[in-house]
Nanobody, 126 residues
Framework: QVQLVESGGGLVQAGGSLRLSCAASGRTASNYPMGWFRQAPGKERESVAAISCGGGRTYYPDSVKGRFTISRDNAKNTVYLQIHSLQPEDTAVYYC???????????????????WGQGTQVTVSS
């Protein structure tokens, strides 16, 4: 069992930055690849970043590459998402998730993730 709690969201102006945090408990985060997803009202949930068990490999879709950075500190059981150059279209609820797929690859689909946080709201004003 893994429990995940996101924090760090808020209201920012376009062009600003945020760092989101995801604290894990129940089991050590190093056992799982981790990912960040977002969902805007009326839109599908989409992957924005993923990271391997040890943090050595990462994935980003083209839509966020260059602006989003995922990292993890397994000693703290915490995963981070650093976001730069925020735009209004980044407004969404952001979720972190853990996958039981194993440590040989980085999953990118939401149905490959098993544990989810409650989400943190990011709102970008123009």
């Amino acid at each position: 069992q893994v429990q995940l709690v996101e924090s760090g969201g808020g209201l920012v102006q376009a062009g600003g930055s945020l760092r989101l945090s995801c604290a894990a408990s129940g089991r050590t985060a190093s056992n799982y690849p981790m990912g960040w997803f977002r969902q805007a009202p009326g839109k599908e949930r989409e992957s924005v970043a993923a990271i391997s068990c040890g943090g050595g490999r990462t994935y980003y879709p083209d839509s966020v590459k260059g602006r989003f950075t995922i990292s993890r500190d397994n000693a703290k059981n915490t995963v981070y998402l650093q976001i730069h150059s925020l735009q209004p279209e980044d407004t969404a609820v952001y979720y972190c998730a853990a996958s039981k797929v194993g440590c040989a690859r980085i999953p990118t689909r939401d149905n490959e993730y098993d544990y989810w946080g409650q989400g943190t709201q990011v709102t970008v004003s123009s």
